[in-house]
Nanobody
């Protein structure tokens, strides 16, 4: 089993920065896809950014402001968030998913970390 633990959320003023971390523990393997989602009150969970096969992908709303990176040695993925806006306020979730060579499909989620941007 794999556990994903997020950290780094908090309260920040608009225009500020935060860095989220997601540490993976347990049975570690090279995830096909690992990334970040967020869910604001009353809204559906949405993709923020992910890394797949070494390629990074971002939601249009965060392009140029957020950067996702991965440290395989530490089994950790980061989300650097700059120029934060009030609309970035949400619970941010780490996700890892894919298919093992055995055919086993996995989809792991962290518990989430709150990011609040005050205007």
């Amino acid at each position: 089993q794999v556990q994903l633990v997020e950290s780094g959320g908090g309260l920040v003023q608009a225009g500020g920065s935060l860095r989220l971390s997601c540490a993976a523990s347990g049975t570690i393997f090279s995830f096909n896809v690992i990334g970040w989602y967020r869910q604001a009150p009353g809204k559906q969970r949405e993709l923020v950014a992910h890394i797949t096969r070494g390629t990074t992908n971002y939601a249009d709303s965060v392009k140029g402001r957020f950067t996702i990176s991965r440290d395989k040695a530490r089994n950790t993925v980061y989300l650097q968030m700059n120029s934060l806006k009030s609309e970035d306020t949400a619970v941010y979730y780490c996700n890892a998913n894919g298919i093992l060579p055995t055919g086993y499909k996995y989809d792991y989620w962290g518990q989430g970390t709150q990011v609040t941007v005050s205007s």
